[in-house]
């Protein structure tokens, strides 16, 4: 997928870590002087083993950690500096684990994405609009009457992005968008996010673990391993024999057929390490 704008200008840095570094409590350092660019436009997979700081580097890039050293930078503002309602009118951030327990109508839950946009709880008929097109988007109108409690993973899942887009951002980051659901929920999740990349020209970054997923779907992948970015390119520059063996420690077979790389793992490397 091109991000390439009119007049073959380069696209515009969205997202800019510079060399971040953190870690939880007097723990050691997940992330060691981590940088990396995100260019408006782009769907970039986030990659990695567990514990190598994925939903780390997303929530510090939106501003939901502070770094222990360096700085994540916002369409060229260091994001420490803008207050939460700020960064919340450029970005959306999806958590890994929707934390709504009280039993709301899927369509209050989608409207809380226009408090950002509002004066306080009160929402105007444009906000009311606003949040029944995204419900409309995400196909979840069908839900609106319905208990967020009483709803499946997937559809959930399509609620909070729905949340997410009514807040009228450029920039979309999902933590783990596919994590426990089924095939056809993460198929569905992922073309999802796609169709609303390219029909509303977002900026979306999302961590995943289904490394064919991201091949499929994603413009560019980000393999984070050992503190820092370990690859960095298109699925087919990223998604290597060697780089699935380095990292994942797995031996696999990938052919370059088709909308991008397909992987068919054979065997665990790890006991050779």
């Avoid at 009228?168 to 198929?187: G, K, N, R, V, Y």
């Amino acid at each position: 997928m091109s991000t390439e704008t009119g007049g073959g200008e380069a696209p515009k840095t969205a997202l800019q870590a510079l060399s971040l570094s953190y870690a939880y409590g007097g723990g050691p350092l997940i992330l060691d002087g981590l940088s990396a660019e995100i260019r408006a436009g782009e769907f970039v997979g986030i990659l990695g083993t567990n514990g190598t700081g994925k939903s780390t580097f997303l929530r510090l890039m939106a501003g939901l950690l502070r770094p222990r050293s360096g700085k994540a930078v916002l369409k060229g503002r260091d994001i420490a500096s803008l207050s939460r309602r700020q960064i919340a009118c450029e970005l959306a951030f999806v958590p890994q684990e929707p934390s709504v327990w009280l039993p709301f109508t899927c369509r209050e839950v989608v409207s809380m994405g226009r408090y950002v946009r509002s004066s306080g709880w009160k929402y105007s008929a444009e906000d009311l609009e606003i949040a029944e097109r995204c419900m409309r988007e995400t196909r979840t109108l069908e839900l609106a009457d319905r208990r967020v409690c009483e709803l499946s993973g997937g559809e959930l899942q399509r609620v909070c992005i729905a949340q997410a887009l009514a807040q009228e951002t450029e920039i979309l980051m999902l933590d783990e968008p596919t994590s426990h659901l089924d095939i056809s929920f993460q198929l569905d999740i992922m073309e999802l996010l796609a169709e609303l990349q390219r029909r509303r020209n977002l900026t979306v970054a999302a961590v995943l673990h289904d490394l064919n997923l991201a091949a499929q779907f994603c413009s560019r992948l980000l393999i984070l391993n050992g503190g820092g970015v370990f690859a960095d390119g298109s699925p087919a520059e990223v998604l290597t024999s060697d780089n699935l063996r380095r990292v994942f420690k797995v031996e696999a077979d990938i052919s370059s057929e088709g909308a991008g790389p397909r992987i068919w793992l054979r065997s665990s490397s790890r006991s050779e390490f």
